[in-house]
């Protein structure tokens, strides 16, 4: 319950109290997982974003500084805590904290600092490092309160602190890093100029003015860095405007900002605008394609060159112009742009090919021996020509895959080639590129490798490598085998199409079935309601051919000439009435006497646990299994009646037959027919129920079965319980007789001790007992608590 204790400090109404509880939560939650959980969870963040809001947000002091220190705390690095940050809706809370005016001047030390820590804040919620999943609902989240739009507001505004304009920069990359959607938007956003321009173009100028900081090109290049990311759109829009269809010369595009960068004399320009261009060019075969049909006018009278041609002239034109200064960083940076360029294009590597002078200079810069700069260049050429035999296409003669390693065999040594190559990635600066996304460098020297080229690098080192090595016999092989696999792959694709088309065709036969299905639930419905109907007009039927047979038997009686067939076919149908109304009694009778033996069962299902405690199960069940067996033989008796019954009314259809042929007329031979039909259909009804009856008696034999298993499984549970109770009562006498042994050598033990001490004391030996010792024990007591005392 600490830290619930100190959580209720920040409720104090003493600030002081409530300011050093503050400080005190910063240093328990610093790298301390378990007690953040435990602080987020005690409603922390509701607290601290009061406090925030009370103090004034950003226009606070130093007590908003340590709520975000003690937020930063708690949200970075952990998971479950950003979680809850976003579910519990605090994301919306923070966007007033980014509210500015128009005039942003005179900006204190201390809202400084806390904008800053609160653009942190939003970086710890979107940041590269997290779980991609959190991270897009975070962005999500963002744009959808309006916290991006308000940072595109602070991007935009006149008057920011460089220090806070910067990392709004860095903030806004991360947020719309990845997010199709936070990515369109801030293609929209434009600068509050006349005309308006681009938010994008904006920036970019920013990025290639020497002026300016270098920390804020730093973070304008990793913007437009995480514009692009997965954001083919956005490619393609930054390559368009370099295409000449395209290109308006009365206004600044990105296009050619970044051409502007990439040949002017400023090598940190060069090197931001050529890896801007490799960024718009990542992972999208299209664009690659697309940029080759770039032309660049490089003096009048001159035909103009393609922007591939003209950065390999930069990089072949010698002491003149590509070793003045730190030209090392220009020409690290052109090679990045065409190994990203030309890697996956066999269409670009064949027109980086097509120029005669390209490869002699690759192959001439890597034999040479030169310094340490000088040998990542070598190894960035070395990728380079891997680049151009790995993606080749073999479409030039003079520049074929194998021609190229015989090249690379003869002028430079194999072995050689894959040192060279090999340099690129123990490197330093390339491991440190290689750690994160965001370009942080310490000094413009330093800024050598791009985050998603160490990707491309470590992509290619190895199948370079063994390109390399590779004979021409190996590669036919792998061709042969690549052209096999080719038509595996097509076959199965074939296939992966007709089980696709076999599952359409499965799914929509499953709905059909699922229709039919309710189309006959429906129709069953109504054929059960117009059956119940039907048994409603038969019963109505019935009823009126009673009625009408009553009538026609009294009319019968009334006449004096009857003869003496119908009195006797008169008699035996009183007798079977009388025969079948008993039959219903002993029908009732036997409902009866199913319903005592369904409650019967019922209780001895319920009381199926208690029957082994004793023999009573036993008994019940053989009452049941005799009043099973007797209801069976009334069945059977029911059953003989029946057929008794039929053959009588058989007799007397004959016997009718005769009669009515003889003497009946015609109003008699249909009365008789009426009383037979009844009689049949009464016959019928107790057919039927003598069917329900047998039913029942099944069921009540499955019943009995069932009863009967459980209580043998109860009764071997009652076995194996007398087992392990037999069991334990050997192990209480065992104990018992352990127990009586021990008090045995107790005792001898306790009377040897006595002997001896007899013995001693004989012997003159001043021996105590265990009376004395006592005494002796509690005179010390007293002599002490009297010490005490004094």
Same mark, same amino acid.
């Given at each position: 319950?600490?830290?619930?204790?100190?959580?209720?400090?920040?409720?104090? @109404?003493?600030?002081?109290?409530?300011?050093?509880?503050?400080?005190?939560?910063?240093?328990?939650?610093?790298?301390?997982?378990?007690?953040?959980?435990?602080?987020?969870?005690?409603?922390?963040?509701?607290?601290?974003?009061?406090?925030?809001?009370?103090?004034?947000?950003?226009?606070?002091?130093?007590?908003?500084?340590?709520?975000?220190?003690?937020?930063?705390?708690?949200?970075?690095?952990?998971?479950?805590?950003?979680?809850?940050?976003? %579910?519990?809706?605090?994301?919306?809370?923070?966007?007033?904290?980014?509210?500015?005016?128009?005039?942003?001047?005179?900006?204190?030390?201390?809202?400084?600092?806390?904008?800053?820590?609160? !653009?942190?804040?939003?970086?710890?919620?979107?940041?590269?490092?997290?779980?991609?999943?959190?991270?897009?609902?975070?962005?999500?989240?963002?744009?959808?309160?309006?916290?991006?739009?308000?940072?595109?507001?602070?991007?935009?505004?006149?008057?920011?602190?460089?220090?806070?304009?910067?990392?709004?920069?860095?903030?806004?990359?991360?947020?719309?890093?990845? @997010?199709?959607?936070?990515?369109?938007?801030?293609?929209?956003?434009?600068?509050?100029?006349?005309?308006?321009?681009?938010?994008?173009?904006?920036?970019?100028?920013?990025?290639?003015?020497?002026?300016?900081?270098?920390?804020?090109?730093?973070?304008?290049?990793?913007?437009?860095?995480?514009?692009?990311?997965?954001?083919?759109?956005?490619?393609?829009?930054?390559?368009?405007?370099?295409?000449?269809?395209?290109?308006?010369?009365?206004?600044?595009?990105?296009?050619?900002?970044?051409?502007?960068?990439?040949?002017?004399?400023?090598?940190?320009?060069?090197?931001?605008?050529?890896?801007?261009?490799?960024?718009?060019?990542?992972?999208?075969?299209?664009?690659? %394609?697309?940029?080759?049909?770039?032309?660049?006018?490089?003096?009048?009278?001159?035909?103009?060159?393609?922007?591939?041609?003209?950065?390999?002239?930069?990089?072949?034109?010698?002491?003149?112009?590509?070793?003045?200064?730190?030209?090392?960083?220009?020409?690290?940076?052109?090679?990045?742009?065409?190994?990203?360029?030309?890697?996956?294009?066999?269409?670009?590597?064949?027109?980086?090919?097509?120029?005669?002078?390209?490869?002699?200079?690759?192959?001439?810069?890597?034999?040479?021996?030169?310094?340490?700069?000088?040998?990542?260049?070598?190894?960035?050429?070395?990728?380079?020509?891997?680049?151009?035999?790995?993606?080749?296409?073999?479409?030039?003669?003079?520049?074929?895959?194998?021609?190229?390693?015989?090249?690379?065999?003869?002028?430079?040594?194999?072995?050689?080639?894959?040192?060279?190559?090999?340099?690129?990635?123990?490197?330093?600066?390339?491991?440190?590129?290689?750690?994160?996304?965001?370009?942080?460098?310490?000094?413009?020297?330093?800024?050598?490798?791009?985050?998603?080229?160490?990707?491309?690098?470590?992509?290619?080192?190895?199948?370079?490598?063994?390109?390399?090595?590779?004979? @021409?016999?190996?590669?036919?092989?792998? %061709?042969?085998?690549?052209?096999?696999?080719?038509?595996?792959?097509?076959?199965?694709?074939?296939?992966?199409?007709?089980?696709?088309?076999?599952?359409?065709? !499965?799914?929509?036969?499953?709905?059909?079935?699922?229709?039919?299905?309710?189309?006959?639930?429906?129709?069953?419905?109504?054929?059960?309601?117009?059956?119940?109907?039907?048994?409603?007009?038969?019963?109505?039927?019935?009823?009126?051919?009673?009625?009408?047979?009553?009538?026609?038997?009294?009319?019968?009686?009334?006449?004096?000439?009857?003869?003496?067939?119908?009195?006797?076919?008169?008699?035996?149908?009183?007798?079977?009435?009388?025969?079948?109304? %008993?039959?219903?009694?002993?029908?009732?009778?036997?409902?009866?006497?199913?319903?005592?033996?369904?409650?019967?069962?019922?209780?001895?299902?319920?009381?199926?646990?208690?029957?082994?405690?004793?023999?009573?199960?036993?008994?019940?069940?053989?009452? !049941?299994?005799?009043?099973?067996?007797?209801?069976?033989?009334?069945?059977?008796?029911?059953?003989?009646?029946?057929?008794?019954?039929?053959?009588?009314?058989?007799?007397?259809?004959?016997?009718?037959?005769?009669?009515?042929?003889?003497?009946?007329?015609?109003?008699?031979?249909?009365?008789?027919?009426?009383?037979?039909?009844?009689?049949? @259909?009464?016959?019928?009804?107790?057919?039927?129920?003598?069917?329900?009856?047998?039913?029942?008696?099944?069921? !009540?034999?499955?019943?009995?079965?069932?009863?009967?298993?459980?209580?043998?499984?109860?009764?071997?549970?009652?076995?194996?319980?007398?087992?392990?109770?037999?069991?334990?009562?050997?192990?209480?006498?065992?104990?018992?007789?352990?127990?009586?042994?021990?008090?045995?050598?107790?005792?001898?033990?306790?009377?040897?001790?006595?002997?001896?001490?007899?013995?001693?004391?004989?012997?003159?030996?001043?021996?105590?007992?265990?009376?004395?010792?006592?005494?002796?024990?509690?005179?010390?007591?007293?002599?002490?608590?009297?010490?005490?005392?004094?």
């Amino acid at each position: 319950m600490g830290v619930s204790r100190l959580m209720d400090l920040l409720a104090d @109404s003493r600030e002081v109290i409530r300011n050093d509880g503050l400080l005190l939560l910063q240093q328990l939650t610093k790298g301390n997982a378990a007690i953040q959980k435990i602080v987020a969870f005690e409603n922390a963040f509701e607290r601290l974003l009061d406090i925030i809001t009370e103090e004034g947000s950003s226009d606070g002091g130093i007590v908003v500084e340590d709520c975000l220190l003690l937020l930063l705390n708690l949200l970075k690095n952990n998971s479950s805590n950003q979680n809850f940050f976003k %579910e519990g809706s605090y994301i919306q809370r923070m966007k007033p904290w980014f509210e500015v005016g128009d005039d942003n001047s005179g900006w204190s030390a201390q809202k400084v600092t806390n904008l800053h820590l609160m !653009l942190q804040l939003v970086r710890v919620m979107v940041s590269p490092v997290n779980s991609p999943g959190a991270t897009a609902s975070c962005q999500k989240s963002m744009f959808q309160c309006g916290l991006l739009q308000q940072l595109c507001t602070i991007l935009m505004a006149t008057g920011v602190p460089a220090d806070i304009l910067t990392e709004t920069i860095n903030t806004v990359s991360e947020v719309i890093r990845g @997010s199709q959607v936070n990515q369109d938007y801030f293609a929209s956003v434009n600068a509050p100029s006349n005309p308006p321009r681009p938010a994008i173009v904006v920036l970019l100028m920013s990025m290639v003015n020497e002026r300016q900081p270098f920390v804020l090109r730093c973070a304008v290049l990793y913007c437009f860095q995480c514009f692009l990311y997965k954001n083919q759109k956005g490619q393609g829009e930054i390559v368009a405007t370099l295409l000449p269809s395209t290109i308006d010369a009365n206004s600044i595009s990105a296009g050619q900002l970044l051409c502007g960068g990439l040949f002017s004399a400023d090598s940190l320009s060069n090197w931001c605008a050529a890896v801007a261009l490799a960024h718009a060019l990542q992972d999208n075969l299209t664009q690659k %394609e697309q940029l080759l049909r770039v032309q660049l006018a490089t003096s009048l009278g001159k035909p103009p060159v393609s922007l591939l041609q003209q950065c390999t002239n930069i990089l072949s034109q010698g002491d003149k112009i590509v070793r003045r200064g730190s030209k090392v960083q220009t020409r690290v940076g052109l090679l990045m742009l065409l190994c990203t360029w030309i890697s996956n294009c066999p269409i670009a590597v064949t027109h980086f090919l097509h120029n005669q002078e390209n490869v002699p200079f690759l192959t001439a810069q890597i034999s040479e021996n030169l310094g340490e700069d000088e040998r990542l260049v070598q190894g960035l050429c070395a990728l380079l020509l891997g680049i151009c035999i790995y993606y080749n296409d073999n479409s030039l003669e003079n520049y074929t895959k194998e021609k190229l390693k015989q090249l690379i065999e003869k002028r430079i040594g194999k072995e050689n080639f894959v040192e060279k190559l090999c340099f690129i990635t123990k490197h330093e600066l390339y491991s440190r590129a290689a750690q994160k996304p965001q370009p942080v460098f310490p000094s413009p020297e330093q800024m050598l490798f791009d985050h998603e080229f160490t990707k491309l690098v470590k992509e290619l080192e190895g199948v370079i490598t063994k390109a390399v090595h590779k004979s @021409s016999e190996e590669e036919k092989k792998e %061709e042969e085998v690549k052209k096999t696999l080719e038509q595996h792959d097509n076959i199965v694709t074939q296939y992966k199409e007709l089980i696709r088309e076999q599952d359409a065709q !499965l799914q929509e036969l499953k709905e059909q079935v699922a229709c039919m299905t309710s189309q006959n639930e429906q129709l069953q419905a109504t054929i059960t309601q117009q059956q119940s109907q039907i048994q409603q007009h038969k019963d109505q039927y019935n009823i009126l051919k009673l009625k009408l047979a009553k009538e026609n038997q009294g009319q019968s009686n009334s006449q004096g000439d009857g003869s003496q067939v119908n009195g006797l076919q008169t008699e035996e149908l009183t007798q079977l009435r009388e025969e079948v109304e %008993e039959l219903r009694k002993q029908h009732s009778l036997l409902q009866t006497q199913l319903g005592d033996k369904d409650a019967l069962i019922s209780s001895l299902k319920s009381g199926a646990a208690q029957t082994a405690e004793g023999p009573a199960g036993g008994s019940d069940n053989t009452e !049941l299994l005799q009043e099973l067996e007797a209801l069976r033989s009334q069945v059977q008796s029911q059953s003989t009646e029946i057929g008794q019954l039929k053959m009588e009314r058989q007799d007397l259809l004959r016997r009718a037959e005769v009669g009515c042929s003889d003497t009946l007329p015609s109003s008699d031979s249909s009365l008789d027919a009426a009383k037979m039909a009844e009689l049949e @259909s009464r016959l019928g009804a107790q057919t039927s129920e003598m069917e329900r009856l047998k039913a029942e008696v099944k069921n !009540l034999s499955e019943s009995r079965a069932e009863l009967e298993k459980r209580l043998d499984s109860t009764t071997s549970t009652v076995a194996i319980l007398q087992t392990e109770k037999e069991k334990l009562q050997t192990d209480v006498q065992e104990s018992k007789k352990e127990q009586d042994d021990l008090l045995m050598l107790l005792a001898d033990q306790d009377q040897k001790i006595t002997n001896l001490k007899k013995r001693l004391k004989e012997l003159g030996e001043t021996v105590e007992d265990e009376d004395d010792l006592d005494t002796r024990d509690q005179t010390d007591d007293d002599d002490e608590e009297d010490e005490d005392e004094d």
